[in-house]
């Protein structure tokens, strides 16, 4: 799987948008860009995942440049609740990998009133 | 729908004793595995299981066994704890291992080894 490389923190005020980048160089032409975010003391929660397309669900976009290399997570409304750490995954498709999700550090974002 | 269901939450173990932390899902997900979280740290693959009656080691499975005998139950043993066992456990499913889908992550067991 492709390593992915995210600021290790970063703060965002209540109610602005909040953009997470991540770069994954090294990615493959079969692999998804996914993110989670982890709550404190909770386990990971899926929020989006694209493979070269720009994606949007109720949670967030996700904004992937065209030659896959980066992408950038957008919270659009970021609240106090959206305080977590935020992990950008690259990885090959489910059953060539037995769908191992590989976490790195992650990033944490702190959501100030 | 409970979605993954972790017990126990919380547990202090000593050193040398065994136990086993439960894992249940709902969803008739195909695929049920398990990580370890320490402090500061990213989650880390310990077992995983593409279906009933198959399993296989992540990353980290030493002094670790699972077994899978229905879809709905991924149990983790810790055959003798010890104090590097120390961490929080989470189990994840996922629906399909053909299509790519998000994987559910149950609240975590905080294991303490002393």
């Known amino acids: 799987d492709a390593k992915t490389t995210q600021p290790p923190s970063m703060d965002c005020a209540e109610g602005r948008a909040a953009n997470l980048p991540c770069n994954h160089s090294?990615?493959?032409?079969?692999?998804?860009v996914y993110w989670y975010r982890q709550i404190h003391s909770q386990g990971p929660q899926y929020i989006i995942h694209?493979?070269?397309n720009n994606e949007t669900n109720e949670m967030a976009s996700l904004i992937i440049t065209e030659d896959r290399k980066s992408s950038t997570l957008i919270l659009p409304h970021a609240t106090l609740r959206d305080t977590a750490v935020y992990y950008c995954i690259v990885r090959v498709p489910l059953l060539a990998a037995g769908n191992k999700l590989t976490f790195g550090g992650g990033t944490r974002v702190l959501v100030k009133p | 729908n409970a979605g993954v269901t972790q017990t126990p939450k919380f547990q202090v173990l000593k050193t040398g004793q065994s136990m086993t932390l439960q894992c249940a899902q709902d969803m008739n997900h195909e695929y049920m595995s398990w990580y370890r979280q320490d402090p500061g740290m990213g989650l880390r693959l310990i077992h995983y299981?593409?279906?009933?009656?198959?399993?296989d080691q992540g990353e980290v499975p030493n002094g670790y066994n699972v077994s899978r005998s229905t879809t709905e139950d991924f149990p983790l043993r810790l055959l003798s704890a010890a104090p590097s066992q120390t961490s929080v456990y989470f189990c994840a499913s996922s629906y399909s291992l053909t299509v790519d889908t998000e994987a559910f992550f149950g609240q975590g067991t905080r294991l303490t080894v002393v």
């Open positions: 299981s593409v279906g009933a009656g198959i399993t």
């Open positions: 090294t990615i493959s032409g079969n692999e998804y």
């Open positions: 694209g493979l070269k």
